[in-house]
């Protein structure tokens, strides 16, 4: 049976992914309550003029901007995410965990994907494989809400073997496929 026009719907999943190196993944952790994931592909063109008029236009490359919000966080996901670290001390009822970032901890390259159901059957996946945050990281306590975490940037083209200088990928299931 082919498949039919995808009908994304909703928001089911978000994963980020930290590389261990330039080339191999770690292990995904879930984005917990995630309320959007959007992405925005652009492109910079040059124009050559001449004689009065335009004569020729190139693309430099497609360039991809993202923004991840959820509701609450997770520490591990915000690591991923801002770098730094996390220790833990104490077991429960009495375990804490502490995020700690410092001045001289640099902002790392993860993978991010997304999971939506598909009203035809089936989900749809969006996936960027090198992400990194180059804008503000947000959050925010205030009376009477819940804490939502922010995070935005940029993609770039992917140095995954088999994917190499891909910058996105669309997948179209045809039986809902959990993100690995």
């Known amino acids: 049976m082919a498949l039919a026009e995808t009908l994304p719907y909703g928001l089911r999943d978000v994963k980020v992914t930290p590389y261990t190196n330039s080339t191999t993944l770690g292990t995904s952790v879930d984005l917990p309550a995630s309320r959007t994931f959007s992405f ?23 360039s991809v901007s993202w ?22 001390s104490g077991t429960s009822p009495n375990e804490v965990k502490t995020y700690k970032k410092k001045v001289t901890d640099s ?27 180059t804008e503000n990281l947000t959050g925010e306590l205030a009376d009477g809400s819940f804490w939502l975490t922010g995070a935005s ?26 993100i690995s």
């Open 153 to 178: 940037g940029t993609a770039f083209p992917s140095r995954l073997s088999g994917n190499t200088d891909q910058v996105y990928r669309f997948i179209q299931n045809e039986t809902a496929t959990s």
């Open 67 to 88: 923004e991840l919000e959820s509701g609450g966080i997770s520490l591990e996901a915000y690591a991923v995410i801002a770098g730094g670290a996390i220790t833990s």
């Open 40 to 62: 925005e592909e652009g492109e910079d063109f040059e124009e050559l003029r001449g004689d009065d008029k335009l004569i020729a236009m190139r693309g430099n490359g497609a």
């Open 107 to 133: 902002r790392p390259e993860f993978k991010v994907e997304g999971q939506a159901m598909s009203e035809s059957g089936g989900d749809f996946h969006v996936v960027l494989d090198r992400c990194k945050a």
